[in-house]
Each structure stands twice: as structure tokens, then as C-alpha cells.
């Protein structure tokens, strides 16, 4: 089907989408001819109500109509869907489901439509048409050629025949282009159709829609059949040339008795060739075929959420748990081990034995109908993967090690190798790809799995020649063998494991346009998600590994390339603002094609990589890489040294505020995440005192700001904050010393990135009293510019948030003096040089508030938060947090959020990600009681579900708040499922089921031990009344997806923070270890983390 967003979608779909029709009679009664889930036949509450309340009448004019209406349900499963119509005047119910098709090398919609006869005495005589209304073809980029060039297109469209009337196969002849090179179009989509129990009859497809509707052409209803039967049409000639056509499975005259039922199966799927449509007939034409893959669709799903299973007293929470990490796993992705050749691999984690390999399964960027802006591909291979965004894939893979910790450290080094040498990295993450490049290894697997004969040497060789030709991913690997015929004498899970114990992997990403600004916040979550299981690793982590810096054509401009003087929009004046930031740079992109596989055309993998000037690619410690990010960010602060600049093109993690780049904008919010990061290592290095070895580069950029700084510090303004006896007062101008500092800061920094195209290959080393004394410093300007932060405050519509005494978020900066460069950009617009800049303030936004909790201690949490709870940010109403204060009054400028109405999409609506990241703020703080308060409020699934207005398992991206001018709207949910809500989600479960260190180091010993400190309100305790005095309520949830934990108490109470009074630990061979006192030993401890040797634990407080 053309894919059509989600408002096009609900009115289309009636008539477009899948539908039925029922021509028949009852032992030669009144013929009908009906359709279920017509539309105009919907049972809606207002056709039982009287039209007028006062006077006349109160019989409803339509009840007649409402009572004669069939009655309708859908049901929502975790891998299905099901609606099902009741139809008490023809009695006959139909149940239509559908599902995808999973574990098979081609993909489908499976359509399961079930016709019963709810008649007691008469037999029911039927014709069916069952399908798609309009079936699309295969070809070229169609669907934007769909909706601009439609009936244009209907030229290049045919149906051909796989074999007869029962396998169309729908084409475009070539694909759609006026160039000199055509391309024939061989893939198309497909449909096969049959009764259940008779497998081996395929049923004849309708696929000319001028034979079922006639003369129609709006589809409203089936005209055709008012003058054909059904057999006369399938009889007839059909022609699918030149238009759009349908797929209607046809049956002719099938006899119901009373109380039994007959089942329609539809497959609708694509194929890269028509030749492949008989074999998948063959394949779904097997007995059983469609009831074994709905139970294991089901399954599936099952297997994938039992990692999470969690039994309390509310078993919607139990459910929504599980939905969450399955929709968390849809986006970040499934984490599986390959490599897994002996017992010593099924028990090690990937950081102890390097034949292990992790990949992710089924990652992507989420879009869908609501989410119509992203375009998702999931790769139609073998272990299927699409390419997802920098900070979704980070986000939602932030629990991965704590769900599953046999992938180690996994995480952490893929994303810090995706760091760039200016700071940034690339938006998109693909799939990591693998590489042996001994051929001997080559030879020996290809040897294992295809066989030693004499016969098998040409397929041996095209293996090994396939192994050793470059990267590959697992998927790739099986469809090439698949495409040669290569004939395995082993499994295909066997192959990919002893390839994978064997090869290298390299992370992938694709860089586009722009740096977002928030990418590199997420690296210290996933190295503290990382610390939570493996403690005694942080230094092997940070100082004994080596990464790579990824190389980007992309590039940020100097100021004095993006600085555009322009018309303002009164006409009258100009204004300077920041246009197109970064660019491609052709000297980087002609870098890369040195590194171009001559017999394969694609980019060498170290063409992704940062090389020095002798041609290798150059590696750093991961403490190294953040030194450098941390370098980075602080040179990029803005010239208040308040937020961090936005200037690489992209914002934050506000998306919507695009138009803060051109204000010269900058963020509080990585501010605060920089602090974070440079207490991160002010930590480490005071721990494990060791050097840190940089780039020669950086050093010099370091060095350039500490003359800044010393500058800056001795400066007149310098001398008037140590003089002050009071609170500074600021004014929007910046002062001149500071904007001394930030123009030569910034200089130093465009230095820095002009001469790092390449690494000089030399290196500085600093020692780590060095480094305390530049990380002291650094930390000492941050929490000084975000004192300044907080004494120029808030601005906006309501007067007590601009006093509130809470976080602002961004700024905007206003150069309101500036000389000419001389050169002008390509619309023809001068180049500018600031001279003197002034500051702009914006409302309040959640986001500065929760990025700054994550500096702050739990008392002025509690500070925070009461104050949170009496601004413009509470929506009352709904006893929620929106993503902004009123923003009335605000310009243009500053985003897209300005287009939308308040309380909608990013204006002021309740964000739940950001909702979300709030309240795991309060909960990793110990604000237990107001954390589990807000829970009932503002969380799923505790809210009104008629008011929701959707699966209270389901998150949204917003719910529209009470801001909004439509009170029916109000408290509804938009955009639902893959959000970053789940990873805050998951986050939350995981400090209330597990706590929020379960492994941690003992200081007298120095061994790594293990305790459960969960926080969980008495009301999600369930109550046993058989058992036992000290084992009356329970709480239960799976550990590293398949270890059983059990909490006990002797009373109704509050578990918050608490440590068990003792453990009991079940093995896998049957043996059981009591363990007293809060934490259980080293050993013990260890054998747990690596999950396979344990069953149970059971913990009583």
C-alpha cells in the first residue's frame, strides 16, 4: 500500500485498505450483498440519541438505524491485531487478524479473515471477495511519485502472472526516470490466498479493480458485483495494465452450516523476482504453515519481553513493563551474542573472550504513520537491522548491559569510536560489519561448512573469496550464499558463530547534515551503565584500551564563514545571524576516496577513521577521547560562558528549537552535562593517577586556552567579581573581557579543527597532577558561568517563572556590532566579524531543570522540584510536566515550536521522554516518595485511559496539555510507541527492581560483591495469605532476562533503599547457597553476573 501519514490514513483507509464483501443467501431467501467494517454502518452513540433535548420527541431518529448496526471490536496484541464484527441482521460474525510473517528469508502481512454463521437453523451460501482495494506496485522511489505524478505513473504499472489466476505479481515496468540509463524493474509485491484446511488449492486473485467496483471510481462500494457474480468475474478476463489494481482473494459459493466457520489466508509480501513467488507458495501452501506462524509471532514477542518479566500487585504495570522494553528493543535494538563455539563462550562476557561478538537485532529509527517524518528500513536479511539515529541508538541501548551483561563494554566503545577529533560524530548508526583477513581462516571455515570433496572446491572457494573480500554483516553473508547456491553441510547459526568467533568488527555511521549538539550527553550514561555491573573494570576501560576517532566528511565553519548580515523582517534593518554551519568538505571526501575497494566500489572500512600523516589510523585511551571532549565543549561555551554554543547546525535535544542556531543560540543544558563529564574525570584521575596521552593538536588547543584563562583572570572584570560583596548584577551585553576570552577560545578552536584534517601523529602526555589542576579550572569558569546563568534567569509570559528561582535553558546572542569581512555567502549576503554581542533569555523548559539535577545533591533536588511544582511547568489539570512554560509572546525565530499551538507537539505539550527523564531524576536522587506521588499523575499505565485515548501499555511522544484550546484533546496521546520514554523507563525499573550499584567493590578487600537495594512502594507488593509469616508479600522480576528474583517482607510496607537482611541462591545443577547479612561474596557474586550458572535469588527485608 502507499504509505500515507496517520490523518490520510484513518480517512483512506476504508476504502483503499483491506476490505470484504459477502454476497449470498440463506436457503434461497433474500440475496445480500454486504460488506463488514463498512464505515457508513459504524454503531456510534449519537445515532441512539435524540437530536434535540427540549421538546418534542425523545425517540432518537436513528435508533432504528443504531440498533441494526453491527457491533465492533479490535483487540491489540503485542504482534498481532484482530477487529471483529458481530452483524445480528445478516448473522453472520467476521474475525480478521493480522500478523507479520517471522523466521522465513521472505517477508509478509498475513490476513486470517473468519467467517462464522451465528444463525442456529439456516445454513449460510456465500461468494467472498477478500483484500486489498488498491495494491501498489514495486518501483523506483514510488512513494513520492505517488502522490506528485499518480495517474502519470499508472503507466509504467502491469500485473503479470506467476502461474494462472493465483499469483499476480505487481510491477512497474522500469523505474520512473527520464535518464539516460533505464533500469528494468524485475522486484514487485505479490499475494497468495487460500482456505484454511485446503492448503493445496490457491485461491484466484481479483486484482482488475474495475471488476469489482465497475464504474466506481471513488470505491465506495462494489458495483461490479451488482450486476457479475463472483464466478463470472474470476471466469472473466482481467486486465492490470496501465492503472492501479487490487488484490481480492475469491471464493465461489461456500456453503456455512449453523455454528461453524470458514478462514480465508492472504500473504501480502514482496519479492526481487516473480520466479520466487511459486517457491513461497510452495512454503506458506504447507499444512499448518499459517497457525504455526501466528503461534510463534506470538512466541517471538513472548521470548523477546520475558527478559523483563515482572509480577506485582498491577498487572498492567507488570504488562507495560514488558511493552516497554520490547518497544525500547524496536528502536536501540536487541542485543545477541554470535561467537558462541564452546562451553567457555556460552559463560564468558565479551570483554573476556573476544571470539564474542555483539550484534544488534531489528534497530532502527522510529517512524511510523503518526511519526510520518522518519523514513524506517529494516534491512530483508537475516538478522535484520536498519540504520537509527546517534542519540536514540545511545538512549535506548543505555540498559542494555545492565538487562544482559555478558556484552560488557560493548556500548561504550562503539559510541566513543563514532567521537570525531572537533567533538562531534555522525547522525546515523548502522549496523557494525565484520572482516578476516587471514585467508587461511578464510579457507578453513569455508572448508568446515561446505565440506572437503573434490566437488564442493568451486563453492568452497566462492565462500572464502566472500570471507575475505571485505566487510560484511551477518545478513549480507547468508543472502550472497544464498544468491551463489552455496550448499552448507552445517546450520546457519553455526556458520555465523564460528565467523564471528573469527572475524574483526568494526563499528559503521554515516554522517548528514549538521552536529547536533546533545550527542556526546549520552556517553557517560552508558559508561555508569557500564560501572553498575563491572566495577573493577573502569580503568582497564578507560586507560588500557585503544579507539579510534571517526573521520566525517562534514565539518563545522569559522565564525567568519556562517556570520550573515541580512535583512531583518520589518525590512528596515539588518541583524547577523548563523547560517549554514557546517558544510562537506571536498577535501575530506576526496581523503576518504583514497580509500575506496577497487573490485567491490565501496569505502574501506578505515576510510570512516581518522588517520595521521603516515597513513595510520590514529587511536586514543577512552579517557583521552573524553579529555578531548571535554576540551572541545568547554572551548565551545558561549561568550557569557553560560551554555554551550549550537554551532554546528543542529540544536539539542529540543529539535524543535532549529531557528536557536540561526540566533547564534546556545544550551544550559550541555552545560550541565559537561560538569557531569568533567567530574567524570576530575574522579577518575584522582583515583588511578595515571597519564593521559592526547594528540599533539589538542595539547596546543589546551595550552591556548589556559592563556586565555590567565588573561581572563586577570582582567578587569575578574577583579570586580573578587571585590563584589553582593550578587553581581549583569546586563544583557557581555562584557568585554569575556568577550575577549570567548573570541580568542573560539579562534584557537577553529585552529585546532583546520589542522586536525589529519593528525601530525604526535602526541603530549599529561600527567595526572596536570590534568587535576586543567580539570579544577575548567569546573571552576563552568559553575561560574552558570552562577551568571542564574542571575540573568527567565523571560516570558508568566512573570513568577522569570523569578521562580529555577534553571534557565537557552540563550540566544544578538551581535549588535560587527565589521565586514569582505566576503559574501552563496545568496549573496557579507560575512560578518562580531564585535560586541548581547544576550537573549528565554521561558521556562524541563529540560535545563533535569540536566541540572544531574549535578546537584538530593536536598536541593527537593528544593528543586517544589519549586518545579509551582511553575508554569506543572500542568495542573493534568498532573503532569510539559515540556515548556507559556511561550506566548515569543519570536519566530527560535523554531518550528513557535508554529505549533500551545500545548501541541513541542509547544508547551506534555513531552513524556522529557516527563520521563524528570522523574528518573527524582528516583535515582532518593525522592522516593514524590518520585512514586508523580508515578500515579504522570506516568503509564497509572493514568486515565478514556482520557489517554490509546493502549495505556503504549507510550506516546506527547500528550496534549491543558494549554491546548481543545479541552476534548486534552490529556490524549500522539505519536506512540518508539520514543526515548522507554530508555527512562527502563532506567526507572531498573532502580526499582534492582537498585542502583548491584555490584559494587568492597574497600577492605578489593573484590567485586553484589547487593539488590530495590525501590518499591507497599502498594506494588502482592499479598500471599498462604504463605509463610516472613514471606506474606512479594514482589518478583527477572534479572539479567532469565535469573528469578523473589522479595519478601513480613509486613505491608515500604521497600525504599532498603538492603536484604539475607539471600537464598538457587544454581542451575539444583544446589542452594543461603547467604546472610545484605550482600552476597565475591565468588558468589561473579557466577551471578555471568548469568548461566544461576536460577533463582530470593531476598527477604
Keep these: 500500500m502507499e504509505f500515507q501519514s496517520a490523518n490520510n490514513a484513518y480517512q483512506s483507509t476504508?476504502?483503499?485498505?483491506?476490505?470484504?464483501?459477502?454476497?449470498?443467501?440463506?436457503?434461497?431467501?433474500?440475496?445480500?450483498?454486504?460488506?463488514?467494517?463498512?464505515?457508513?454502518?459504524?454503531?456510534?452513540?449519537?445515532?441512539?440519541?435524540?437530536?434535540?433535548?427540549?421538546?418534542?420527541?425523545?425517540?432518537?431518529?436513528?435508533?432504528?438505524?443504531?440498533?441494526?448496526?453491527?457491533?465492533?471490536?479490535?483487540?491489540?496484541?503485542?504482534?498481532?491485531?484482530?477487529i471483529r464484527e458481530v452483524d445480528h441482521v445478516h448473522r453472520i460474525e467476521t474475525n480478521v487478524t493480522y500478523f507479520t510473517l517471522s523466521e522465513e528469508d521472505f517477508g509478509a502481512l498475513v490476513r486470517k479473515t473468519t467467517i462464522t454463521n451465528t444463525d442456529k437453523e439456516k445454513a449460510l451460501h456465500l461468494s467472498i471477495l477478500d483484500g486489498l482495494a488498491r495494491m501498489q506496485p514495486v518501483g523506483g522511489k514510488l512513494n513520492g511519485l505517488l502522490k506528485?505524478?499518480?495517474?502519470?505513473?499508472?503507466?509504467?504499472?502491469?500485473?503479470?502472472?506467476?502461474?494462472?489466476?493465483?499469483?499476480?505479481?505487481?510491477?512497474?515496468?522500469?523505474?520512473?526516470?527520464?535518464?539516460?540509463?533505464?533500469?528494468?524493474?524485475?522486484?514487485?509485491?505479490?499475494?497468495?490466498?487460500?482456505?484454511?484446511?485446503?492448503?493445496?488449492?490457491?485461491?484466484?486473485?481479483?486484482y482488475d479493480t474495475t471488476k469489482v467496483f465497475g464504474g466506481d471510481t471513488m470505491l465506495l462500494r462494489p458495483m461490479g458485483l451488482y450486476g457479475k457474480s463472483v464466478k463470472d468475474i474470476i471466469d472473466g478476463p482481467q486486465y492490470g495494465s496501465s492503472k492501479t489494481s487490487s488484490a481480492f482473494a475469491a471464493v465461489d459459493d461456500v456453503t456455512i452450516y449453523p455454528g461453524q466457520s470458514i478462514t480465508l489466508l492472504s500473504f501480502y509480501g514482496r519479492a526481487d523476482r516473480i520466479t520466487d513467488v511459486p517457491v513461497f507458495s510452495r512454503r506458506i501452501n504447507q499444512l499448518g504453515f499459517p497457525q504455526y506462524k501466528l503461534a510463534r509471532a506470538r512466541e517471538l514477542v513472548a521470548q523477546i519481553t520475558s527478559g523483563v518479566e515482572t509480577v506485582t500487585s498491577n498487572e498492567l504495570f507488570d504488562k507495560h513493563v514488558q511493552q516497554m522494553y520490547l518497544d525500547n528493543s524496536l528502536r536501540g535494538g536487541i542485543p545477541v551474542l554470535l561467537g558462541e563455539i564452546d562451553d567457555r563462550s556460552r559463560s564468558e562476557s565479551a570483554d573476556d573472550d573476544d571470539r564474542i561478538k555483539v550484534y544488534h537485532l531489528f534497530s532502527r529509527v522510529h517512524g511510523d504513520l503518526e511519526r510520518d517524518y522518519n523514513n524506517f528500513v529494516l534491512e530483508p536479511t537475516y538478522f535484520s537491522q536498519g540504520p537509527g539515529n546517534f542519540r536514540d541508538v545511545a538512549q535506548n541501548r543505555r540498559n542494555d548491559v545492565v538487562i544482559n551483561p555478558r556484552i560488557g563494554s560493548f556500548n561504550v566503545k562503539l559510541f566513543l569510536s563514532f567521537l570525531q577529533a572537533d567533538g562531534y560524530n555522525p547522525l546515523s548508526v548502522e549496523a557494525v560489519v565484520f572482516t578476516i583477513e587471514d585467508k587461511a581462516q578464510c579457507e578453513r571455515i569455508s572448508t568446515t561448512v561446505v565440506g572437503h570433496a573434490d566437488g564442493h572446491r568451486a563453492q568452497r572457494e566462492a565462500l572464502a573469496l566472500i570471507l575475505c573480500d571485505g566487510p560484511f554483516r551477518p545478513g549480507q553473508l547468508m543472502s550472497m550464499i544464498e544468491e551463489q547456491n552455496i550448499i552448507l553441510l552445517t546450520s546457519p547459526s553455526e556458520l555465523i558463530d564460528d565467523v564471528a568467533a573469527t572475524a574483526e568488527i568494526s563499528p559503521m555511521a554515516v554522517t548528514k547534515d549538521g552536529f547536533w549538539a546533545d550527542h556526546w550527553t549520552?556517553?557517560?550514561?552508558?559508561?555508569?551503565?557500564?560501572?553498575?555491573?563491572?566495577?573493577?573494570?573502569?580503568?582497564?576501560?578507560?586507560?588500557?584500551?585503544?579507539?579510534?576517532?571517526?573521520?566525517?566528511?562534514?565539518?563545522?565553519?569559522?565564525?567568519?564563514?556562517?556570520?550573515?548580515?541580512?535583512?531583518?523582517?520589518d525590512g528596515f534593518g539588518h541583524h547577523v545571524r548563523q547560517l549554514d554551519p557546517s558544510y562537506e568538505s571536498p577535501s575530506r571526501v576526496k581523503k576518504m576516496k583514497q580509500f575506496i575497494n577497487n573490485s567491490s566500489g565501496w569505502f574501506e572500512i578505515k576510510a570512516n577513521y581518522q588517520h595521521d600523516v603516515a597513513g595510520n589510523v590514529f587511536k586514543s585511551t577512552p579517557i583521552a577521547k573524553l579529555f578531548l571532549l571535554a576540551t572541545l565543549k568547554f572551548s565551545t561555551r558561549d561568550p557569557y560562558g553560560m551554555g554551550i554554543e549550537y554551532e554546528g547546525g543542529k540544536p539539542g535535544w529540543n529539535d524543535a528549537m532549529n531557528g536557536l542556531v540561526g540566533m547564534v543560540g546556545s544550551g544550559l543544558p550541555e552545560t550541565y552535562e559537561l560538569k557531569v563529564l568533567l567530574n567524570y574525570i576530575q574522579k577518575v584521575n584522582d583515583k588511578y593517577q595515571r597519564p593521559v596521552t592526547v594528540p599533539k593538536e589538542l595539547a596546543s588547543l589546551i595550552g591556548n586556552i589556559s592563556d586565555a584563562l590567565d588573561l581572563l583572570e586577570m582582567s578587569d572584570y575578574a577583579k570586580s567579581l573578587k571585590n563584589a560583596t553582593n550578587t553581581p548584577t549583569l546586563t544583557s551585553t557581555v562584557p568585554s573581557d569575556l568577550f575577549q576570552y570567548w573570541d580568542s577560545v573560539a579562534t584557537a578552536r577553529e585552529y585546532y579543527r583546520e589542522v586536525t584534517n589529519v593528525f601530525s601523529g604526535k602526541t603530549h602526555e599529561f600527567s595526572s597532577t596536570s590534568v587535576a589542576k586543567i580539570i579544577e579550572r575548567w569546573i571552576e569558569q563552568v559553575n561560574m558561568g552558570i552562577e551568571r546563568a542564574m542571575i540573568l534567569g527567565n523571560h516570558g509570559y508568566n512573570k513568577a517563572d522569570m523569578k521562580s528561582g529555577i534553571t534557565p535553558t537557552y540563550f540566544s546572542f544578538n551581535i549588535t556590532k560587527w565589521e565586514l569581512t569582505g566576503k559574501k555567502n552563496p545568496d549573496g549576503h557579507p560575512f560578518v566579524r562580531a564585535?560586541?554581542?548581547?544576550?537573549?533569555?528565554?521561558?521556562?523548559?524541563?529540560?535545563?531543570?533535569?540536566?541540572?539535577?544531574?549535578?546537584?545533591?538530593?536536598?536541593?533536588?527537593?528544593?528543586?522540584?517544589?519549586?518545579?511544582?509551582?511553575?508554569?511547568?506543572?500542568?495542573?489539570?493534568?498532573?503532569?510536566?510539559?515540556?515548556?512554560?507559556?511561550?506566548?509572546?515569543?519570536?519566530?525565530?527560535?523554531?518550528?515550536?513557535?508554529?505549533?499551538?500551545?500545548?501541541?507537539?513541542?509547544?508547551?505539550?506534555?513531552?513524556?521522554?522529557?516527563?520521563?527523564?524528570?522523574?528518573?531524576?527524582?528516583?535515582?536522587?532518593?525522592?522516593?516518595?514524590?518520585?512514586?506521588?508523580?508515578?500515579?499523575?504522570?506516568?503509564?499505565?497509572?493514568?486515565?485511559?478514556?482520557?489517554?485515548?490509546?493502549?495505556?501499555?503504549?507510550?506516546?511522544?506527547?500528550?496534549?496539555?491543558?494549554?491546548?484550546?481543545?479541552?476534548?484533546?486534552?490529556?490524549?496521546?500522539?505519536?506512540?510507541?518508539?520514543?526515548?520514554?522507554?530508555?527512562?523507563?527502563?532506567?526507572?525499573?531498573?532502580?526499582?527492581?534492582?537498585?542502583?550499584?548491584?555490584?559494587?567493590?568492597?574497600?577492605?578487600?578489593?573484590?567485586?560483591?553484589?547487593?539488590?537495594?530495590?525501590?518499591?512502594?507497599?502498594?506494588?507488593?502482592?499479598?500471599?495469605?498462604?504463605?509463610?509469616?516472613?514471606?506474606?508479600?512479594?514482589?518478583?522480576?527477572?534479572?539479567?532476562?532469565?535469573?528469578n528474583v523473589v522479595y519478601y517482607i513480613s509486613e505491608s510496607r515500604d521497600l525504599f533503599g532498603v538492603r536484604p537482611m539475607r539471600y537464598e541462591i538457587g544454581l542451575r545443577d539444583g544446589s542452594r547457597i543461603k547467604v546472610d547479612g545484605p550482600t552476597i561474596p565475591s565468588d558468589l557474586a561473579t557466577n551471578i553476573r555471568r548469568v548461566v550458572f544461576i536460577d533463582f535469588i530470593h531476598a527477604w527485608y
Design 14 to 82: 476504508a476504502l483503499l485498505g483491506f476490505r470484504t464483501f459477502y454476497k449470498g443467501h440463506r436457503g434461497g431467501g433474500t440475496p445480500f450483498l454486504i460488506e463488514p467494517f463498512d464505515p457508513s454502518r459504524t454503531k456510534y452513540e449519537q445515532l441512539n440519541a435524540p437530536l434535540q433535548k427540549d421538546g418534542g420527541d425523545d425517540t432518537p431518529p436513528h435508533s432504528a438505524e443504531w440498533e441494526s448496526a453491527p457491533t465492533r471490536t479490535m483487540y491489540i496484541g503485542s504482534n498481532e491485531m484482530q
Design 148 to 206: 506528485s505524478i499518480g495517474r502519470t505513473l499508472e503507466g509504467w504499472m502491469g500485473v503479470y502472472a506467476a502461474d494462472g489466476k493465483t499469483m499476480p505479481f505487481y510491477r512497474l515496468s522500469t523505474e520512473p526516470a527520464d535518464t539516460a540509463a533505464v533500469v528494468i524493474e524485475e522486484a514487485g509485491h505479490y499475494c497468495l490466498s487460500f482456505m484454511e484446511h485446503q492448503e493445496n488449492e490457491l485461491l484466484p486473485i481479483i
Design 522 to 569: 549520552y556517553y557517560i550514561d552508558l559508561v555508569n551503565s557500564f560501572l553498575q555491573i563491572y566495577p573493577e573494570k573502569e580503568e582497564s576501560l578507560l586507560y588500557d584500551q585503544m579507539l579510534p576517532y571517526f573521520f566525517s566528511p562534514r565539518i563545522v565553519r569559522p565564525r567568519a564563514e556562517k556570520y550573515v548580515l541580512s535583512t531583518s523582517f
Design 835 to 1043: 564585535k560586541k554581542i548581547a544576550v537573549g533569555e528565554f521561558p521556562l523548559f524541563l529540560e535545563g531543570v533535569v540536566r541540572m539535577m544531574k549535578t546537584i545533591d538530593k536536598d536541593e533536588v527537593q528544593s528543586v522540584y517544589e519549586k518545579v511544582k509551582a511553575s508554569g511547568l506543572r500542568d495542573k489539570g493534568l498532573g503532569m510536566y510539559t515540556l515548556s512554560s507559556s511561550l506566548v509572546g515569543q519570536s519566530y525565530d527560535m523554531g518550528r515550536m513557535m508554529a505549533f499551538s500551545p500545548g501541541w507537539l513541542e509547544n508547551q505539550s506534555v513531552w513524556m521522554h522529557m516527563s520521563y527523564k524528570y522523574y528518573l531524576e527524582l528516583i535515582r536522587k532518593g525522592l522516593y516518595t514524590e518520585f512514586f506521588d508523580e508515578m500515579k499523575s504522570g506516568m503509564l499505565p497509572f493514568i486515565n485511559d478514556e482520557t489517554y485515548g490509546r493502549s495505556l501499555l503504549e507510550c506516546s511522544s506527547f500528550i496534549a496539555s491543558s494549554a491546548f484550546v481543545d479541552p476534548s484533546m486534552r490529556g490524549k496521546g500522539f505519536l506512540a510507541r518508539l520514543s526515548g520514554s522507554t530508555a527512562e523507563f527502563l532506567s526507572m525499573w531498573v532502580l526499582m527492581m534492582i537498585g542502583p550499584n548491584p555490584f559494587f567493590m568492597n574497600n577492605e578487600t578489593g573484590l567485586v560483591e553484589m547487593q539488590l537495594v530495590p525501590a518499591l512502594p507497599s502498594w506494588l507488593f502482592r499479598e500471599d495469605p498462604s504463605a509463610g509469616r516472613n514471606e506474606k508479600f512479594v514482589v518478583q522480576y527477572k534479572l539479567f532476562t532469565s535469573i
